[in-house]
Structures are given as C-alpha cells and as structure tokens.
Nanobody
Framework: QIQLVESGGGSVQSGGSLTLSCIVS????????MGWFRQVPGKEREGVSC????????LYEDSVKGRFTISRDNAKNTLYLQMNSLKPEDTAMYFC????????????????WGQGTQVTVSS
C-alpha cells in the first residue's frame, strides 16, 4: 500500500518557521521526484517546490524562493520542507506528492499524494 504521510504543520506567527516532513512507504522513494504543494479553500492547488530523485535539482515557486528549502533523505524515505520567514499568505494545507517521471510544479503531473498538513500563519 502506497502511503505519503505529512507532518509538521501548525500555527505560527508571521516571521516564524516550520519544517514539514513527508514519510513515504510502499513505493521506490529514491527513484521518484517529490514535490510540495499547497491549497487554500476555494483556490486551485499550487506547486511550492519539487526535488529530483537524487536531490541534484530543485524548483521553487517565486513567492517562496529564499524562504523555503526542500530536501530529501532517501535512506529514511522522507521529504522535508524547511519554511522560514513565514507570511500570512503562506497559510494553506500543504501536501506532498510523488511521481516517477514528473519534474515541475504542476499538480496534475504527480500520481501519489498525501492527505496534507495545515499551516496557519498569523500576522
């Protein structure tokens, strides 16, 4: 059974930090592109960041560049998103996703998804 389980969300004040984690089981983690996405009620899911299977290439959505860092530990089947200098507009449900072939920030390109973890940033 393929599972992606996010954790690390919570409520922080503007300027604060959070680290999200996504533990993957049931698929070959080290051969997958992994991505972080977020969604606000009433809006489409948007790509935040992604990382190639070997970690040698990453992409970031413009609004998070310089504030968020994606990383992965293939030995632990875990994906991370370090989020610094958080802003109220970062408030959303954050999802991790995996795909063997995709690389990019388009949600439709990813096959496997977690259930999400809520991040709330107050001003």
């Amino acid at each position: 059974q393929i599972q992606l389980v996010e954790s690390g969300g919570g409520s922080v004040q503007s300027g604060g930090s959070l680290t999200l984690s996504c533990i993957v089981s049931g698929l070959t983690f080290d051969l997958r592109t992994m991505g972080w996405f977020r969604q606000v009620p009433g809006k489409e899911r948007e790509g935040v960041s992604c990382i190639r299977w070997n970690g040698d290439s990453t992409l970031y959505e413009d609004s998070v560049k310089g504030r968020f860092t994606i990383s992965r530990d293939n030995a632990k089947n875990t994906l991370y998103l370090q989020m610094n200098s958080l802003k109220p507009e970062d408030t959303a449900m954050y999802f991790c996703a995996a795909d063997r072939l995709a690389y990019g920030l388009a949600p439709d390109a990813y096959t496997y998804w977690g259930q999400g973890t809520q991040v709330t940033v107050s001003s």
